[in-house]
């Protein structure tokens, strides 16, 4: 059986600090369309 996506966040303003506060400062998260 499959199990459906668990939608994730994809927003660069949202990412981009999380990221950062998880220790890998100077990474930067951008959309690719």
Do not use: H, K, Q
């Amino acid at each position: 059986m499959v199990t459906p996506w668990t939608p994730l966040e994809s927003n660069p303003d949202v990412l981009t600090p999380y990221i950062n506060r998880l220790g890998a400062v100077g990474v930067n998260v951008s959309d690719v369309f």
